[in-house]
């Protein structure tokens, strides 16, 4: 059975901030690491296109909705590819094939009569695209999130049945897997007790969208439309596209990473939607928190957006990846400071890892012939072995549960004492008494070894600097043998050739 993992399909009327860098970093390690244990994955991103905001955007820029879309969701593949993200589908709720599956999946909506012709009513936020709660009943309310005015809606739409599943999602969302962490599923568990009301799912004001078949001036409410490119997009390489495929062919995701936000779409529309076409339900709905530029909302208007290009571009991948993993706990909010990031890098990955690494090689160098020692026979009963079983097995354990940060420690703790033990046995003195040669070759090995360890453990989660590591000892992964099978101790060749160290990371300045 797939692996289904999806980021939200971003709104195309901007392009990628450090928000949607970090929820697709994250998916990104996720697939990495399910795929590493064997698993086939299918990474789902992709882009939401129709929509009032999107509609409007494109007005602004004076150019066709078409060739707006077109333009960004350009820019968001070749910015996943750029950052080296490893998603399997890109799927674009524009295609042909996206809107053929939504047809498919409101006929089935439509046969369990669930839909049926009203009149809406509210105070809309065109940011959110979504009617807001209960706000004061002035159109000076502005939306928490965008800080825009809402805007007064009045129209016949066609609506979702969403109240008849009300006992269905309330024993949904008690499950503690289905939504995570704990404040994000008592949000839901607390909007849900006041009585889900059904919602719109057509709009007759706007052009750029999915027609309704059967309503000749509706279209598809752009969330209807948009949730469903997690599905389309599972079929959409096939040669017989349609929702049946889809079904067959992975569906349902395992799960859908979001921000906060966006949580009552995924963790109770969607879901009841689902049952509703006779679809499966997801398995997990995991909403993370918002980032914050030193301790700032990020905003257009306050001038303060950091551009995940200029990052990328100064910085590199990995210690990008490294501070939004290992610094900010999934599921809470995290804030990005430029001496916090500066001082993580170079503690972390450069003092920590790229130190050890550069200085183990060059003593075995040095030493022993350009090679890994030649020992008489590797123990696993020794101090650096036990700190990596043991690292190894809390590693797991955690990314099992999707406690990344506390997997990436695991790592940083591995590598701070086999720093340690090289400190503690001091192997450069041990050298120079001749006695002592087969114990320094032994720890050298040792040292070595838990260096492997480090490195293939950062695969999933800093992919370049891994390979870096791998090649500086020689190039031990093998393709053919399980990932898992390779994190065993002892498994670096004795006596094999090591090449000229090169330094793996670059110490960072202030600004
Ligand atoms: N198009 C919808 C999603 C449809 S999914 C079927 C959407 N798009 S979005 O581009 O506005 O937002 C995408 C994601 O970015 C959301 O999960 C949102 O929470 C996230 N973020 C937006 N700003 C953010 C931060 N400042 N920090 C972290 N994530 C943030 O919503």
């Known amino acids: 059975m797939s692996f289904v993992i999806t980021t939200p399909l971003y709104y195309v009327n901007d392009k990628p901030h450090l928000g949607s860098v970090y929820t697709t970093i994250i998916c990104d390690t996720i697939a990495r690491y399910k795929r590493l244990m064997g698993k086939e994955v299918i990474f789902i991103t992709g882009v939401d296109e129709h929509g009032l905001k999107i509609q409007r955007t494109a007005i602004e820029k004076g150019i066709e909705p078409k060739k707006h879309c077109d333009e960004i969701s350009k820019i968001f593949f070749i910015n996943w590819k750029n950052w080296n993200i490893s998603f399997d589908k890109f799927i674009r709720t524009s295609s042909k094939h996206h809107e053929l599956v ?47 005015n809402l805007e007064w809606k009045n129209e016949e739409n066609l609506f979702f049945k969403l109240s008849k599943y009300q006992k269905q999602i309330e024993l949904l969302i008690k499950e503690p897997d289905f939504i995570e962490p704990i404040e994000r599923r008592n949000e839901i568990i607390n909007f849900v007790s006041k009585g889900l009301r059904d919602f719109s799912i057509s709009r007759t004001n706007v052009s750029w969208g999915i027609p309704v078949p059967g309503h000749s001036n509706h279209t598809f409410y752009v969330w209807f439309d948009a949730l469903l490119g997690y599905v389309s997009a599972i079929s959409s390489n096939s040669t017989n596209q349609s929702l049946d495929k889809s079904i067959n062919e992975g569906w349902p995701a395992n799960i859908h990473l979001i921000g906060k936000d966006i949580l009552r779409f995924h963790a109770v529309y969607w879901p009841a939607m689902l049952i509703s076409a006779g679809m499966k339900i997801p398995n997990k709905v995991l909403g993370h928190g918002f980032l914050t530029r030193e301790g700032q909302k990020m905003g257009k208007s306050l001038g303060n957006v950091l551009d995940p290009d200029l990052l990328l571009s100064k910085y590199g991948n990995d210690p990008v990846r490294w501070y939004l993993i290992k610094d900010i706990t999934l599921g809470n909010d995290g804030d990005f400071q430029n001496r916090r990031f500066v001082d993580i890098i170079n503690n972390d990955l450069a003092n920590t890892i790229g130190n050890l690494l550069n200085r183990t090689t060059s003593m075995s160098r040095k030493w022993f012939d350009n090679k890994v020692p030649n020992i008489e026979k590797v123990s696993s009963e020794n101090k650096l072995a036990n700190h990596s079983k043991l690292a190894v097995q809390n590693y797991i354990d955690k990314f099992n549960i999707y406690k990344l940060d ?16 090289l400190n503690d046995n001091q192997p450069w003195l041990l050298i120079k008494d001749k006695s002592k040669l087969p114990l320094v070759k032994e720890m050298i090995y040792n040292v070595l070894e838990s260096t492997r360890i480090i490195g293939l453990l950062l695969l999933p989660l800093l992919p370049e600097l891994s390979s870096k590591i791998n090649v500086q000892l020689g190039s031990t992964y093998q393709n053919d043998v399980p990932w898992e099978k390779q994190l065993r101790w002892g498994l670096l060749t004795i006596n094999s050739n090591l090449p000229k160290p090169t330094p793996i990371i670059n110490k960072l300045e202030y600004e």
């Open 102 to 148: 939504v047809n498919e999946f409101y006929k089935r909506v439509k046969n369990s009569d669930d839909i049926y012709m009203g009149i809406q009513k509210g105070w809309y936020c065109v940011g959110c695209e979504e009617f807001k709660d209960n706000p004061e009943n002035s159109a000076t309310y502005k939306c928490p999130i965008h800080q825009k």
């Open 406 to 421: 506390q997997a990436a420690n695991e790592v940083l703790s591995l590598a701070i004492n086999t720093n340690l033990y």
